[in-house]
């Protein structure tokens, strides 16, 4: 490594760096305006042109508040739980390309941080770390609600993990490979001459398994139970004012733009898009970084998006989505794929045909699974209730208007009943 | 410097001694304060603290895969359960030493020492003896009398990813399998410990009638309670009645 490669290297990083914290800045800006249009409301505009200088004033007046430790804290947690949730949220980005590559002399340059051979597993191992902030918060905080919050978040993260983990992992087999220059690269090229050939399309299901838990594990709405307002307060920062409370902010929103950019790389061809014969060189790099935040760019408005529409899920309700529906069908899916590839990988002709052939009826099962597993929670759910009533009606104290004219109408006959007021 | 440092630094390249010496000193002082802290959640915190230090000797010896493997299952998802039953069981302080077996010091740190000395053994056999030591390159190697590991060079040339997949589903697919069934074994045991249930009868696949002692024939006795039942569902219907008189 000698000086050009080292400067490279170092503008790259810098380079990279900045891109994220202006991106996580302005979708901080970004989200308050389009909520506040969702909701009918004007949203910060007094700072700034349109008020894109809000996020600059809101970071300035945090660090410069006062910093309040309550008593009866674990001073040593309490002080690293922010550091952690932020650093995790910034390492993640590391092993995300984030534009094309371009030659200086004889040797080749990528915008890209860091490619190591385990690739995207550094963003699984990355997001199962980010949950020790939010753990320690709640616990370090000696407080109930931010107890209550951390616990949540811990079987939430867990939970979700696997389906993340199933959803990246059906895309390594697909592609064969961990890496993520691999992984775009893969994406270049077209289906049929016309359509992208990103990995979203033969991977559908991959992809809303992969989403669905990135917002969990992001912990954004409609899933962001570990900090529900109207249970919790605030959940795990309760406690937390000033540069710390700024810290879990800024890992929060830095979590939505790496989640955004994780599925754009994965899904959607990461960087890749027509350079109109730029190739190699460094405006040909450039435009792929173009490519990349606008694509990237309407994840994150997928984000707010959802934010803006859904409410909060119950949290039973979430864990059975995680536990029962994502879990399962991802496990059905990994297989699916499987198949496929080792399929392609055997027989050499009519694989294409093939491979079509075992999704659309991996799909179709899946779809049946699906619906079975829907239409029987359907009927289980009355069933069960009247199962427990007629169980329980005996023992029940029978003060009720109905067992008393059940009770009547079976003994009595016709005799009438009225019901008490 | 001893001999032996300088000939280890020599072997594996300066960066790569000096990190091992720092993360080493890391990984030592986090395990032995992991069983000293008297706080649970801290010891719970130097464990992955631990965890992390060895991930990083992994990355430095080129095993990525098992890195980020050690970083996703332990410090990622073990040590977070740990945290996880600590605090809804809110264990703090002194709480976590009541309930001590006799002679449990004793025996554990004689098996502590009996596992030291099993594992040291296990590292260091390949490098004991003459001509044994790993780090010859392969081709330097006499072919018929050569050290029994390939080096680095030959484990990671297909990738390090690839290398412990092939091996983990060729050669030792078979305790791979046996840990899988036993990790299955333990979930489900712990599932099926954990779930309460009022009636033990329940938990058996039996049929009713095959647990005598803990349940009686399973219609009659619905059948009877709905029989004592029902007069006072009657009796309570009449009371209603009267009271709206």
Known sequence: ?421 | MTPLLAQTEAASGSAEFWVFIVIGAVALGSALSMVLLRNAVHAALMLVVNFFAIAVLYATLDAQFLAVAQIIVYAGAIVVLFLFVLMLLGVAGDQAFTGRIAGQKTTAVLLGLALFGVLAAGVAAPFLGEGTACNVPVEQRVDAEGPLCEGLAVANADGNVRGVGFLIFTDYVWPFEVTSVLLVVAAIGAIVLGKRREDPGELTDAPASAVPALRDDDDDEAASDEDAAEPAAAGASEDDEEGTR
């Open chain 1, 1 to 421: 490594m000698d000086l050009q490669d080292f400067g490279i290297t170092v503008a790259i990083v810098v380079g990279g760096f900045a891109l994220w914290i202006l991106a996580t800045a302005l979708f901080i800006w970004g989200e308050r305006r389009m909520v506040a249009k969702m909701q009918t409301r004007i949203g910060p505009n007094r700072i700034g042109p349109l008020g894109i200088l809000q996020t600059v004033a809101d970071g300035a007046k945090l660090f410069f508040k006062e910093d309040i430790l309550p008593k009866g804290v674990d001073k040593v947690t309490y002080f690293v739980a922010p550091i952690a949730s932020a650093t995790v949220a910034m390492l993640t980005f590391a092993v995300i390309p984030f534009g094309g590559s371009f030659t200086v002399g004889d040797r080749e340059y990528t915008l890209q941080i860091w490619d190591p051979e385990i690739g995207l597993l550094w963003v699984l191992a990355m997001s199962s770390i980010g949950v020790y902030g939010i753990v320690l918060a709640g616990w370090s905080s000696g407080s109930k609600y931010p107890l209550l919050g951390g616990v949540r978040s811990t079987a939430q993260m867990i939970s979700y993990e696997l389906a993340m983990g199933l959803g990246l992992v059906s895309v390594f087999i697909w592609v064969g490979s961990l890496q993520a220059s691999e992984i775009v690269a893969a994406q270049s090229g077209t289906f049929f001459g016309s359509i992208p050939a990103w990995n979203v399309f033969p991977q559908l299901f991959a992809f809303i398994l992969f989403f669905g838990a990135a917002i969990a594990e992001a912990q954004r709405p409609p899933f962001d139970l570990p900090e529900a307002e109207g249970e919790l307060v605030a959940g795990f920062i309760t406690e937390y004012s000033g540069a710390k409370f700024a810290m879990f902010f800024l890992g929060e929103f830095m979590q939505v733009v790496t989640m955004s950019a994780v599925t754009v790389t994965l899904f959607f061809g990461g960087p890749s898009g027509p350079l109109f014969g730029l190739e190699g060189t460094l405006a040909g790099a450039l435009l792929g970084t173009f490519y990349f935040a606008v694509k990237t760019f309407v994840f994150m408005f997928v984000f707010v998006w959802l934010r803006g529409t859904l409410p909060r899920l119950r949290y039973d309700r979430l864990m059975d989505l995680g536990w029962k529906v994502f879990l399962p069908l991802g496990l059905l899916w990994v297989m699916a794929t499987a198949a496929v590839v080792l399929i392609q990988d055997t027989l050499e002709q009519a694989q294409v045909l093939t491979g079509a052939g075992i999704i659309l009826a991996a799909l179709v099962l899946i779809l049946i699974v699906g619906a079975f597993i829907d239409r029987s929670r359907g009927e289980a759910e009355p069933a069960e209730d009247e199962g427990e009533e007629a169980e329980d009606e005996p023992l029940a104290l029978p003060s009720s208007a109905e067992t008393a004219r059940e009770g009547a109408s079976r003994h009595g006959g016709a005799r009438q009943v009225r019901v008490p007021k």
